[in-house]
């Protein structure tokens, strides 16, 4: 029998990075889609995010596809944010994801970087991280 975990640590962000993740939005939204996840087999391992994006940290197995896996996050949560009526208006997450693998041996600092996301995007913008990553990422050889 195979045995496959790969870890992925995914990011994505509302449609035209909207603030409309609030602090007491969050909470209700990430357990939703923790839930969700779960129900449908798939390891959230964990979940934060900041007012308009969401870092996940998940575990694939053999039968998983990446983009169906993120797809079907994605779609499921933005149709339940509409469906429950928990904001005042239409919500979408942009068309868009990063997706990365992590080793086993980083998963205890990625699991440390997803909780500090309210703390680090207090210092550091979204756009001006991910271009930070774009950057290092160049810089290995891997963009």
Not at 23 to 42: C, D, M, Y
Not at 69 to 87: D, R
């Amino acid at each position: 029998m195979s045995f496959v975990k790969v870890w992925i640590h995914a990011v994505w962000c509302t449609k035209n990075h909207a603030p409309l993740l609030n602090q007491q939005l969050r909470p209700t939204v990430f357990h939703h889609i923790r839930e969700n996840a779960k129900s449908k087999g798939i390891l959230v391992d964990f979940i934060n995010g900041y007012h308009d994006h969401v870092h996940v940290l998940i575990g694939l197995n053999a039968e998983m596809s990446l983009s169906k896996t993120i797809q079907m996050l994605k779609g499921e949560s933005a149709n339940w944010i509409n469906k429950s009526q928990l904001l005042s208006t239409h919500f979408s997450w942009a068309i868009e994801y990063f997706a990365t693998s992590v080793s086993e041996s980083q998963i205890d600092q990625v699991r440390n970087y997803i909780k500090r996301q309210e703390q680090h995007h207090a210092k550091v913008t979204f756009t001006e991280e991910y271009s930070r990553f774009l950057e290092l990422l160049n810089e290995k050889g891997q963009g």
